[in-house]
């Protein structure tokens, strides 16, 4: 499922690739005909979060009303506190629910809407990983010397030795193809390229296939001055190995700039979302409050995974720095528009809204329902109907009782199937509570 959600991101980030070496041609008369992978991660990771943009405003819209909602749920959980008995755990979930209903939200639509987040970032994240699997036009620049690799006595050991492989072992291990060959020339530093060169300086044409096809992902790769496919680490590592010099700190501070924005943005984003969460800046919280508690532990992991994040771009390629550093300035430039335009909805206005919707659907029920007084007794027919059973069937009192707990137990959850005759009674049951009240 990933793997087909991925291909075809990946046919999006091919368009965008074939746009920019379109540019770069025409800018440069014809002399640089690849793509920049840079600049097209950015776009790329730019089209998917305003697409998920929907997504995005229902999960805020979610927390502005999830604080609004939680005084009525916690002054319910309150009345319930002491009451452990089955009667009034249904009791209290059937008043949390019908504070939801109020509000027009789903208690699972928070998890949902991160669910489908997730089943969008995943398959992202895999495009982003290794580019040349899922990207055509990215492939076809690799494709001509893993071709000629493929059929180069001694290519697989050299291949097998360099860094660029390690992620590849099991797959070299069952055997090399040119679209394996290029995937591992993809994650290729500099010094693996340098090695690739030299292992192949005795065969000429090899040798200049190796040098044109390096030149191209030099072209391909280089962001700023970076070679997004070494990793900082990397960089780091040759910069100090060369001596201390201008040239070197100029290098040292090129290899960490993108581990330290990694951790600079991705702090920020978390801390400008969390201060626009309500009840993250409320003061009077109960520290024995699971919620409260939750909130302490994700200010923990609002500091660590950033950290995190630092060491993991550290160590990959720069790439996927780069996608980590625009994902979080992205999220966080859409965050902010998306709640500014939250703060302008009337939130009692929205309630009264869903408050009539609620009504009307039940009125709209109500009508289309033939026989509407049967439903009203439905709970009672259905006791008599076990009652019947149990006087014409050898079924012992206990199987009764039980029969009988089963179809109470059905009716007062409100859980009854929706194309039942039960799930309509219990509606009609709360719609006439509601009515009664007023």
């Known amino acids: 499922m990933l793997n087909f959600l991925a291909t075809i991101l990946g046919y999006l980030m091919n368009l965008i690739y ?58 319910i959980q309150e009345k319930y506190k002491n009451k452990k008995d089955s009667d009034s755990q249904i009791a209290m979930n059937q008043e949390v629910q019908a504070v939801y209903a109020k509000y027009g939200v789903s208690m ?20 982003i990983y290794n580019i040349p699997k899922f990207v055509p036009a990215v492939m076809s620049v690799f494709s001509g010397l893993s071709d000629a690799l493929l059929n180069t006595d001694g290519a697989s050991t050299v291949l097998s030795s360099l860094t660029g492989a390690a992620t590849f072992t099991s797959q070299i291990e069952e055997g090399l193809t040119s679209d394996l060959i290029a995937q591992i020339l993809n994650k290729c530093s500099t010094a693996d390229w340098e090695t690739l060169s030299s292992w192949a300086s005795s065969n000429s044409d090899l040798a200049s296939l ?21 990793s900082p680490s990397y960089m ?6 060369n001596g201390m010099s201008t040239a070197t700190i100029i290098a040292i501070i090129a290899a960490i700039i993108v581990p330290v924005l990694a951790f600079v943005t991705q702090y920020l984003s978390v801390k400008l979302t969390t201060a626009m969460n309500p009840n993250s800046n409320s003061k009077n919280l109960d520290p024995n409050d699971p919620a409260v508690q939750m909130q302490q532990s994700m200010k ?85 109907s076990v009652r019947d059973e149990g006087n014409s069937k050898e079924i012992n009192e206990e199987e009764i009782n039980k029969r009988l707990d089963e179809v109470k137990a059905l009716y007062d959850s409100g859980k009854a199937r929706k194309d039942s ?18």
């Open 108 to 127: 699972s639509g928070s998890c949902v809407q991160m669910l489908l987040q997730m089943v969008i970032l995943l398959p992202l994240y895999r495009v």
């Open 300 to 384: 923990v992991m609002n500091v660590t995974m950033p950290l995190f994040s630092a060491w993991i771009c550290f160590t990959l390629p720069a790439g996927m720095g780069i996608y980590w550093i625009a994902a979080a300035v992205i999220r966080t430039i859409l965050a902010i528009i998306v709640n500014h335009k939250i703060d302008k909805i009337d939130i009692d206005a929205m309630v009264e809204s869903n408050k009539e919707k609620a009504a009307k659907k039940m009125e709209k029920l109500k009508a289309n329902t033939p026989n509407i007084s049967e439903y009203s007794s439905f709970y009672n027919r259905n006791l008599r």
């Open 18 to 75: 074939l746009v920019l070496a379109a540019i770069a041609s025409f800018f440069t008369g014809g002399e640089v005909t690849v793509g920049n992978i840079g600049i097209a991660i950015i776009l790329f990771t730019l089209i998917m979060y305003v697409a998920m943009l929907p997504l995005t405003y229902k999960q805020q819209k979610f927390s502005k009303l999830q604080a609004r909602m939680q005084p009525e749920i916690k002054a």
């Open 421 to 438: 005759l039960l799930y309509a009674a219990n509606m009609v049951r709360e719609y006439d509570k509601e009515h009664d009240k007023k």
């Open 210 to 230: 190796v040098n044109s096809t390096h030149s191209s992902v030099l072209q391909m790769n280089n962001f700023l001055g970076l070679n997004i496919s070494d």
């Open 236 to 241: 780091f590592n040759h910069a100090i190995a």
